[in-house]
């Protein structure tokens, strides 16, 4: 008799390229492993500013070493990840609300939409260098996503809807209450018990705990 799947639970951001290596990844294992991947969109810098933390590469060095880290995982994992132009306008002075909080939307109505559209939206930031915070910029996303017109005009219209910022505040919470600090923040249920994993390179310690066996990067065909 086969073993109940365990649940897993990935709380990001898409303003992280690290969330979306750990994205890419717990997709491409969430058939491989015996779990129940659920996506949990939050808001990164509610958690930031929550726990005290702030971006690795607002501190010198490590932004330094960041430009250099993503080229390496970008390879590592074949995730088409690229430096943005303009890291401080993009990313500290536009952000990402109105991206996660589309996504929450969305994924309020539809789920089964949210994996590709968090893709999506990640490819225009990360990849492409393109905006994530204008109405256009997620319609654009959402029909890469290949999202029904009327369930992604609903989702647009409600990004300001108090149900659709309790939701997102509720998620972002709950990753606190986990002890989330930053994206990605993993919780694996083992034993019916949460454990927390923080980052895009405990995927080894994750494997273990869930009793399962890490393959690589790649270890069976993926969207990327």
């Keep these: 008799m086969a073993s109940a799947k365990k649940t897993v639970e990935l709380f990001y951001d898409v303003v992280s390229p690290y969330a979306w290596i750990g994205f890419e990844v717990l997709c491409r294992y969430k058939t491989r492993w015996n779990i129940d991947l659920k996506l949990r969109p939050f808001f990164l810098g509610g958690v930031m500013q929550a726990s005290g933390n702030q971006p690795p590469a607002m501190v010198p060095r490590k932004a330094v070493y960041m430009l250099k880290d993503t080229a390496r995982l970008s390879d590592y994992y074949q995730i088409p990840l690229n430096q943005i ?9 536009k952000g990402s609300l109105s991206a996660q909080r589309f996504l929450t939307a969305v994924d309020m109505r539809q789920p089964e939409y949210t994996e590709e ?4 939206l990640w490819l225009r930031i990360w990849s492409r260098d393109e905006d994530i915070t204008q109405a256009e910029s997620l319609l654009q996303a959402g029909k890469a996503a290949k999202v029904p017109e009327a369930l992604l005009k609903e989702a647009l219209s409600s990004i300001k809807d108090q149900t659709v910022k309790d939701k997102l505040k509720k998620t972002t919470d709950q990753a606190l209450d986990y002890g989330a600090f930053g994206a990605p923040t993993i919780v694996a249920y083992i034993n019916n018990k949460p454990e927390m994993f923080f980052g895009s390179d405990r995927f080894l310690l994750l494997a273990h705990a869930l009793g399962e066996k890490w393959q690589g990067p790649l270890p069976s065909s993926s969207k990327l």
């Design 117 to 120: 559209i968090s893709r999506q």
């Design 85 to 93: 132009s303009n890291f401080t306008e993009t990313v500290i002075q």
